[in-house]
């Protein structure tokens, strides 16, 4: 099974504020949305919470929660207490590529135990304030090829760059 970590991430490595994205980046949401859709998502209970209820689980693909409480709930979710063993069962259940969406915790436990083949990162050109942090990422490590490039606009506060980072 293929496991990519996709995020999107300020120069000065923010992913969040106040349990919310730092930014509205339309087009990064779509194209989120067609890279996930149909495969199984990974995802804390923070970043869960984050979703708006009418959004929860995430439509259109297996949603999984990792929480040190094992007796929490998710509704339509599978929940762990380990990543690990998350991984291995949604392996055993048939998927052939999970992404790991987040939050910063997810992130640094995902690298940490260097499970992922690759990253779909979107550099936003900014340095924005925020509470929640993507980890520091060594380059010698990656690959890095550019998907897109798109200019801050009307619907856009942000310039970003999406990029796909591959395990050397």
């Known amino acids: 099974m293929r496991i990519s970590i996709i995020a999107a991430v300020a120069e000065n490595l923010v992913i969040g504020k106040d349990n919310d994205l730092a930014w509205h980046l339309p087009d990064d949401m779509k194209f989120f949305k067609e890279t996930t859709k149909g495969h199984t998502v990974v995802m804390g209970r923070k970043n869960f919470e984050s979703?708006?209820?009418?959004?929860?689980?995430?439509?259109?693909?297996?949603?999984?929660?990792?929480?040190?409480?094992?007796?929490?709930?998710?509704?339509?979710?599978?929940?762990?207490?380990?990543?690990?063993?998350?991984?291995?069962?949604?392996?055993?259940?048939?998927?052939t590529h999970c992404f790991i969406i987040g939050g910063g915790e997810i992130y640094?436990?995902?690298?940490?135990?260097?499970?992922?083949?690759?990253?779909?990162?979107?550099?936003?050109?900014?340095?924005?304030?925020?509470?929640?942090?993507?980890?520091?990422?060594?380059?010698?490590?990656?690959?890095?090829k550019v998907i897109a490039a798109h200019k801050a606009d009307e619907r856009h506060a942000y310039a970003f760059t999406v990029k796909h980072y591959i395990k050397k």
């Open 51 to 95: 979703i708006p209820h009418k959004y929860r689980p995430l439509p259109g693909r297996p949603n999984v929660v990792l929480t040190t409480n094992p007796d929490y709930e998710a509704p339509k979710c599978a929940v762990y207490t380990g990543l690990t063993t998350a991984l291995k069962e949604i392996e055993r259940g048939g998927e």
């Open 108 to 144: 640094r436990l995902a690298l940490e135990m260097d499970v992922a083949d690759d990253m779909y990162i979107t550099q936003v050109h900014a340095e924005v304030k925020g509470d929640t942090y993507f980890p520091e990422i060594d380059q010698d490590n990656w690959e890095e």
